[in-house]
């Protein structure tokens, strides 16, 4: 295991540094969230940019910073077809959510669905909301704690522990004005740190970059994938494709997180500026990410004693997952076999942490690790104020106390930011367990919290006639369809039953499910309409 030697005194300078700068600015605007509407919606009056700056950092988290590259090194490119499209998805959101948002008035994005079908589906989609959440922050800060595990050989379930009670003081003294303008400032934290790391892979090449780009390229590290458009049972090009766009339209068109970024922007012009803001940077920026998992893989086929050193790091941590102590009588022999079994795949996400303990130099391992702090607090800060949110509006406000005092809104907001970040944290412990990577984990989940939510709000924008009860049942079918996609991928899908199984990729989850909902729904309304003018003829 790297030793804690690899951190200089300038490094932990740099570090501290960063995290006194973020506290600093929560503890500023601490006096100013004395209300609900400024904790959740920051008075309604900050400039586009900002909002779009606070997007793009929210959307680049750990799952970004750590996970797109061990991807690339992994496979290849893949993952950017989830970004190319999300311009796509941004001018849906723009065009259709957007307005509606802004012209409801409501903190809460779900109350849409209320006056849509009724408050049965505002509950609905605001349980849902919550559970992806906390599936969010635990894979986002298990993210983050991988790179503090291979600077100092702790324990990684300490260091997840300790960064959740760090975020979650963070986000519990700041409210979403401090939130957005700490997302600003961690953007440009995330940008250098990137930055600096790529220009010291390229040029520690004994060629160079050119070097890099053809090692990588004669091992295909730069290709999308497949383009078969039938293998729906692969991620080829056109599955992530079609999986980017559908989960892009549930962040931009459906997550509290970013509705309510809309929502404090001053005008309805600086909210659309904040959607295109975000969506167009963070498109070069995965390209930058994973051609850092490239030069990555290219680096290590060239320091092959620095690839052991990785599957040694590996191994160990498998054997810490597997609850093996070092001293035990067979952890060597165990640790020995562990090293021998590892595939490429394992290494992904511990190859870029890897690097920055091994090869930056003092200072710049510090900003880089501020770096994937700022990744991930950028990310958990968003969910746990959105979560917060929900809690109070949808749940308190609305269902046990509809005259409570905004004092108690404030209070009730932030037990909600303790509650949300304990769970988070329980999450990313839970994580540790796993050994895929983090990356597929982390759309899966996605796609299954996700895939009904945005099937939900898609009907009520596409098909106006449908209503209430045959809604719910249309929800209920698409929800059916979900969980036997989703059930039928994992290691619990009965042997017997593999002749039913899903022939889809998991990912696919999120286009099938709400398409159905959005079909089924059609056929309902048109068999409704159709019956209705029978009747009112006879």
Known sequence: MIAAVFFTGVDWFVLSGYFVAIMA?????????????????????????????????TYLSSISYLALPGKAFVDNWNAFAFSLALPFAAAIAVRFFLPLYRQSGEVSA?????????????????????????????????????????????????????????VTIYSFVGGIVAVIWADAIQAVVLLAGALLALGILLFDMPGGPSEVIEVANR??????????????SQPTLWVVLAYGLFDNL???????????RYIAASTDREAAKSVWFGALLYVPVSALFLFIGSSLFAYYESHPEQTQEVRVIVAEQKMMQAGIATDAPEYASRLNETIDGLSEKDLGDRVFPHFIASNLPMGARGLLIA????????????????????????????????????TEHVRVLR????????????????????????????????????AAIIGLFLLGIIVPKI???????????????????AASQTDYWP???????????????????????ILLGSLVAIFSSEKTTDSVQE
């Not at 503090?148 to 959740?164: H, N």
């Not at 091992?219 to 729906?232: D, H, P, Q």
């Open 25 to 57: 600015l929560g503890l500023f605007f601490w006096r100013r969230n004395n209300t609900a509407d400024q904790f959740t919606a920051g008075g309604r009056t900050l400039p586009g940019w900002l909002c779009g700056l606070s997007i793009f950092a």
């Open 110 to 166: 779900y109350s849409l669905l209320e006056n849509r079908f009724g408050l049965w589906a505002r509950l609905y989609a605001s349980c849902f909301y919550l559970l992806f959440q906390i599936a969010r922050i635990g894979v986002v800060m298990y993210l983050m704690a991988l790179p503090m595990a291979v600077l100092f050989g702790w324990d990684i379930r300490i260091v997840i522990i300790v960064t959740g009670i760090i």
């Open 219 to 232: 091992n295909e590290k730069f290709s999308l994938g497949s383009t078969s458009l039938f293998a729906v």
């Open 250 to 260: 549930r962040n931009f068109g459906v997550d509290q997180s970013y509705v309510q």
């Open 371 to 406: 770096a994937v702090f700022a990744a991930a607090m950028s990310t958990v800060s968003t969910s746990l104020n959105s979560s917060a949110t929900l809690v109070m509006s949808d749940f308190y406000k609305r269902l046990l106390r509809p005259e409570s005092s905004d």
């Open 415 to 450: 037990a909600s930011t303790i509650a949300w970040g304990a769970m988070g944290t329980v999450m990313a412990l839970a994580l540790v367990r796993l050994t895929e990577s983090a990356l597929d984990i982390w759309w899966i989940l996605s796609a299954v919290l996700g």
């Open 467 to 485: 209503r209430g009860g045959a809604a719910v049942l249309v929800l209920i079918s698409g929800m059916l369809l979900i969980a036997w996609m």
């Open 495 to 517: 042997t017997q039953l593999d002749r039913i199984a899903s022939p889809f990729h998991p990912l696919l989850v999120i286009v099938i499910g709400p398409s159905a909902i």
